[in-house]
């Protein structure tokens, strides 16, 4: 069993930066892909970034590609995204997962979330 939490996020303009967190709990951190999702009211869970579980491969989805950083650290149990030149549609809600059987970017196949953190940003 793993257990996420996500801090970082908040009220930011257009064009600004966050850096959003996610601690894990439990010793299989190291074990796992990891992957940020985020949601916008009215909008269906969508895939952001991910990251293997030694940290050696990322992707991004192409709304993210150039603008925001996916990282882990295994010795600490946290994996952070780095967001620049951020957009007024970039503002929801941010997950962090983890536990997928594969490389996926599908929401069905992380078994692990954590609570979300709100990242809103102002046009």
């Known amino acids: 069993q793993v257990q996420l939490g996500e801090s970082g996020g908040g009220l930011v303009q257009a064009g600004g930066s966050l850096r959003l967190s996610c601690t894990a709990s439990?010793?299989?951190?190291?074990?796992?892909?990891m992957a940020w999702f985020r949601q916008a009211p009215g909008k269906e869970r969508e895939f952001v970034a991910r990251?293997?579980?030694?940290?050696?491969?990322?992707s991004y989805a192409d709304s993210a590609k150039g603008r925001f950083t996916i990282s882990r650290d295994n010795a600490k149990n946290t994996m952070t995204l780095q967001m620049n030149s951020l957009k007024a549609e970039d503002t929801a809600v941010y997950y962090c997962?983890?536990?997928?059987?594969?490389?996926?970017?599908?929401?069905?196949?992380?078994?692990?979330w954590g609570q979300g953190t709100q990242v809103t940003v102002s046009s």
């Open positions: 439990g010793r299989t951190f190291s074990s796992y892909h």
């Open positions: 997962a983890t536990g997928s059987k594969g490389w996926s970017t599908s929401v069905s196949e992380y078994p692990y």
């Open positions: 990251i293997s579980s030694r940290g050696d491969a990322t």
